[in-house]
């Protein structure tokens, strides 16, 4: 049975940086074909994609945050976390972790889905 | 980035309806589109991966097709668990992965 939660502070002030951990369990980041991605949705808005990491510690980031983001994993603690740098009342989100697994094309390259995620943890950005 | 539209963004409709849900891509993603369904204050749950795979666990009234640059969401004779939030999601280009706006469907 494949679970993730996610963890991390409710409030952060404006221009601080924000750490999110996603602690799972039922599946291995060792294992090859998996990943952990990141998914956030501000109050009332849609879910947009932050950043994700594969088992072989392949890093992939939304473009426009790439500047602010950084994933790592620690597969002996079955954890991976997220860092947020410079942190602005529109990060005010609902932040998942989701497991990832991908088809992959004939050219090898990976086209992920997130197939079970965590209950999200919700950041408010606020002075 | 390639846009994801959907349509429409809110729908009404009966228990034993048959829905429709439309996503459109601004560019071609051949068939690398997922399906989720969100309840109010919980996470999604995919439902259909690669435009056409029904998740495991996922009822069968619920069936995803298109290539290209259109996709549909049909959900056949609604159950009163059916209604919620659906969003569609291309895998196709990680610059970046992009959701649609979502289409609620709500109860007539």
């Known amino acids: 049975q494949i679970t993730l939660k996610e963890s991390g502070p409710t409030l952060v002030k404006p221009t601080q940086t924000l750490t999110l951990t996603c602690t799972f369990s039922?599946?291995?980041?060792?294992?090859?074909?998996?990943?952990v991605g990141w998914i956030r949705q501000p109050p009332g808005k849609a879910l947009e994609w932050l950043a994700l990491i594969y088992w072989d510690d392949d890093q992939r980031y939304r473009p426009s945050l790439k500047s602010r983001l950084t994933i790592t994993k620690d597969t002996s603690k079955n954890q991976v976390v997220l860092t947020m740098t410079n942190m602005d009342p529109v990060d005010t989100a609902t932040y998942y972790c989701?497991?990832?697994?991908?088809?992959?094309?004939?050219?090898?390259?990976?086209?992920?889905?997130?197939?079970?995620w965590g209950q999200g943890s919700l950041v408010t950005v606020s002075s | 980035d390639i846009q994801m539209t959907q349509s429409p963004s809110s729908l009404s409709a009966s228990v034993g309806d048959r829905v429709t849900i439309t996503c459109r891509a601004s560019?071609?993603?051949?068939?690398?589109l997922n399906w989720y369904q969100q309840k109010a204050g919980k996470a999604p749950k995919l439902l259909i991966f690669a435009a056409s795979s029904l998740q495991s666990g996922v009822p069968s009234r619920f069936r995803g097709s298109g290539s290209g640059t259109d996709f549909t969401l049909t959900i056949s004779r609604l159950q009163p668990e059916d209604f919620a939030t659906y969003y569609c999601q291309q895998s196709y280009s990680s610059s970046p992965y992009t959701f649609g706006q979502g289409t609620k469907l709500e109860i007539k």
């Open positions: 989701a497991h990832t697994v991908y088809l992959v094309t004939t050219y090898g390259y990976r086209r992920p889905y997130f197939d079970y």
């Open positions: 560019q071609s993603i051949s068939s690398y």
């Open positions: 039922g599946f291995s980041l060792s294992t090859s074909g998996v990943g």
